[in-house]
């Protein structure tokens, strides 16, 4: 069988460094998706006002060219022990394909290109194409209680954001709220612990610098790209 894109993702992050590491980390992270022109018609979309969540099905486009292996290292458990791929959410798979659960915040459709879908919570870098849309289903897709693996056995809490005042000018307060979220996550590969190292992560038209030590994340500056 062979998939084409439907629509391409719209996102302030530009690169797969700093994308959390699952949908929903970052609440207000709001991104667009803009359909194809073959698909760029109201009747495709009747009807999806009425649901609060939707299933996206998209690529790792950015690992193409990855390679691939049957045993991952999770980011969870500190990227010191392996696990099978397929009991894993790892961004490296047979077939870089991506299954992310975003809320709906909005159809856009008197927007240019419209309609556009307008979504909150996504893990989707810039330009990532979509290749399926669902509407989420609680009925049936919501499940308490349900084991998480490896997930269950290892807690982990997002880190304190510091900002220089003259770094936090430059955004708005929106802006900074998302962009602390995703810091907060911590975009580092786990087995990262050089707190003098300065990361940079694309985020808007903005160069992100930053720093992580045991006390959180320390904005060194923001450069306008």
């Not at 439907?6 to 709001?30: D, M, N, W």
């Not at 940079?200 to 930053?210: A, H, I």
Request: proline share 8%.
């Amino acid at each position: 069988m062979e998939i084409r894109p439907v629509a391409f993702f719209e996102s302030p992050l530009k690169t797969k460094f700093g994308i959390p590491r699952q949908s929903g980390l970052v609440a207000e992270l709001t991104g667009r998706i803009v359909f194809v022109p073959e698909f760029r018609h109201e009747e495709a979309v009747r009807g999806l006002e009425d649901f609060d969540y939707l299933w996206l099905i998209w690529e790792f486009s950015a690992n193409r060219d990855a390679r691939k292996s049957l045993t991952v290292r999770p980011p969870r458990l500190g990227g010191n022990r392996r696990l099978g791929v397929f009991a894993t959410r790892s961004p490296f798979r047979p077939n870089n394909l991506g299954l992310s659960c975003v809320r709906l915040d909005r159809v856009g459709y008197e927007e240019q290109d419209g309609p556009v879908i307008w979504v909150k919570g996504a893990d989707l870098m810039d330009g990532t194409p979509i290749y399926d849309i669902k509407p989420y289903v609680a009925y049936a897709d919501a499940h308490g209680g349900a084991r998480s693996g490896f997930v269950d056995e290892v807690g982990w809490e997002p880190l304190p954001v510091k900002m220089p005042e003259a770094c936090a000018a430059m955004l708005t307060e929106l802006e900074r709220d998302v962009l602390c979220a995703t810091l907060a996550q911590d975009p580092r590969p786990r087995y990262h612990d050089d707190p003098e190292r300065i990361y940079g992560m694309r985020y808007l038209s903005y160069d992100v610098r930053f720093k992580v030590s045991d006390s959180g994340v320390e904005v060194v500056a923001i450069v306008k790209i």
